[in-house]
């Protein structure tokens, strides 16, 4: 288990789509439980917050307002309470675009369950790629 130093883990994918056809989805919190089952099997905007139920329970996201960055930034207020940061990025590419996940090792992580994490990242990150192709 590594506990001094903080870790962090890009996980990207690159997308054949407009960069700003995956940020308009992606940045859509009514889409998370279509391709983040890491966040959420359903999301529900209640008193101007957005809840999911997620793996790890009743969680509350905020997400980055709107921007012409490509920022996806959104944090996860645990059942705990901790509140867990997730930078996320939407990469003009030339036609397509990178979408840039950064995995940060929470405190008293094991390298398993960071391996978990980071494994659950790729598998969303593969489900926005299949929908936004396909589309």
């Known amino acids: 288990m590594n506990t001094s130093i903080p870790d962090s883990r890009h996980i990207s994918t690159h997308i054949d ?41 009743r969680v509350e996201v905020a997400f980055a307002p709107r921007n012409e960055f490509g920022v996806l930034d959104h944090d996860v207020t645990l059942p705990s309470g901790e509140v867990v940061h997730n930078p996320v990025r939407v990469i003009a590419d030339d036609t397509g675009c990178e979408v840039v996940f950064t995995l940060r090792r929470r405190p008293g992580m094991s390298d398993d369950e960071f391996r978990r994490d980071a494994d659950a990242v790729t598998a969303d990150l593969a489900t926005l790629k299949r929908l936004m192709e396909r589309a």
């Open 17 to 57: 789509r407009p960069a700003q056809d995956v940020y308009d989805y992606a940045s859509n919190p009514s889409h998370v439980p279509e391709w983040a089952a890491g966040l959420g099997s359903s999301i529900e905007e209640t008193g101007g917050r957005w809840i999911a139920d997620s793996p790890m329970g």
